[in-house]
């Protein structure tokens, strides 16, 4: 059966879609689940939530690793300008070596975007260590 330009332009934008969509969903997703449970939970469960995500939205690992990246990196880094009152951030600055409050954020922001994006890479790269099923 001949392929018609209409059809593959369908498919091409159905695939394009698709590989813009799942790390939409994943990274706004991750945002709203990281926010509520990191209210009550620990540190590190932004870690399993973006691993969950990940596999359950069957992302590439390169897809998880920068929806996860960003989502994380937004998560932690406003979570800490949203608790900061200015005098936290300043005395953490100047026990690594008067760094500014900025700074104190970018870091913070990137150690979370980090712990989410490993996370995320692994949760995608563990469907793979399911048991084939027999047909």
């Known amino acids: 059966m001949k392929q018609t330009p209409l059809i593959s332009l369908i498919q091409r934008t159905k695939y394009y879609i698709m ?24 540190w590190w469960i932004v870690v399993l939530a973006a691993g969950g995500l990940a596999w359950g939205l069957q992302l590439t690992p390169r897809q998880a690793f920068v ?5 994380g990196m937004l998560l932690w880094g406003g979570y800490a300008i949203y608790l900061d009152n ?8 100047q026990m690594m070596g008067g760094l500014s409050s900025f700074w104190i954020f970018l870091l ?9 994006a490993m ?14 099923t027999k047909a």
């Open 86 to 93: 200015g005098i936290l951030s300043h005395r953490l600055g």
């Open 67 to 71: 929806a996860s990246l960003l989502a």
């Open 19 to 42: 590989n813009l969509l799942k790390p939409t969903i994943h990274l706004i997703a991750l945002l709203v689940i990281g926010f509520l449970l990191q209210s009550f939970l620990p």
């Open 108 to 116: 913070t922001a990137l150690i979370g975007g980090l712990l989410a």
């Open 119 to 132: 996370g995320g890479v692994t949760g995608s790269l563990g469907r793979n260590l399911r048991p084939a």
